[in-house]
Structure formats: C-alpha cells, structure tokens
Nanobody
Framework: QVHLAESGGALVQTGGSLRLTCSVS????????MGWFRQAPGKEREFVGH????????YYGNAVKGRFTVSRDNAKSTVNLQMNNLTPEDAAVYYC?????????????????????WGQGTQVTVSS
C-alpha cells in the first residue's frame, strides 16, 4: 500500500496559479492510477482529475477542464496538479487519491469508492 502526502496548498489571488504536489511513498507506485478530488466547506467532494498509471491518458471534471492539468513523474514518485486562472470557486481542500488499477473503466474515475488510498489533503484559498 502506498502512502500519499499533498503539499503546495496556499492563499492565491483570483486569476493566479498554483501547483500542488502529491508525494508517494511505498511500492509499485508506477502501477497505480492517480487522481485529485476537492471539497469546499458545506459542499460534496468533487472530482478534479485523473490519470492512468502511465500518465498518457488524463480526465478532468467539467469545472476545471482547460484550466487544470494533472501530471505524474514515476521516477520521482510524484503527482502534480497545475491550477491556472483560479477563482474563489476553486477554494477547497484538495486530496490526492490512488487506485491499484492501472487503467480504470470509463468514467469510474469519477467515483470516490474506486480509490484505494487517500492523502490527508491540502488547503487552497482563493481571494477575490
């Protein structure tokens, strides 16, 4: 079982950018597909993005498509979430997630229960 630790959360102004990193420790990281979810106060947890174990295929939630980019470096055991053009609606705790399945069935990456491991989360605040 891998362990996930997010970092990079901060306060940023509207229109700004931020890069979150998920550091992964444990065996067989390269066989895990990875993703990000977020949860704002009083709201349900929301799917942000997902990428396969190779990183060649990526998928995004509608709210972030075109602004956020998920990537991974299997050699460094990290997963990154590059967030551009941030708005107050993006403020939330961001969670890194991992699944032992390299390539998930279509659209299953949207489901929280498909993931085997979760990080503790990192706070992103966007000022207007």
């Amino acid at each position: 079982q891998v362990h996930l630790a997010e970092s990079g959360g901060a306060l940023v102004q509207t229109g700004g950018s931020l890069r979150l990193t998920c550091s992964v420790s444990g065996p067989a990281f390269s066989s895990y597909s990875m993703g990000w979810f977020r949860q704002a106060p009083g709201k349900e947890r929301e799917f942000v993005g997902h990428l396969t174990c190779s990183g060649r295929s990526t998928y995004y939630g509608n709210a972030v498509k075109g602004r956020f980019t998920v990537s991974r470096d299997n050699a460094k055991s990290t997963v990154n979430l590059q967030m551009n053009n941030l708005t107050p609606e993006d403020a939330a705790v961001y969670y890194c997630v991992g699944s032992r399945t390299c390539v998930l069935p279509s659209n299953s990456w949207l489901r929280e229960d498909i993931y085997d491991v979760w990080g503790q989360g990192t706070q992103v605040t966007v000022s207007s």
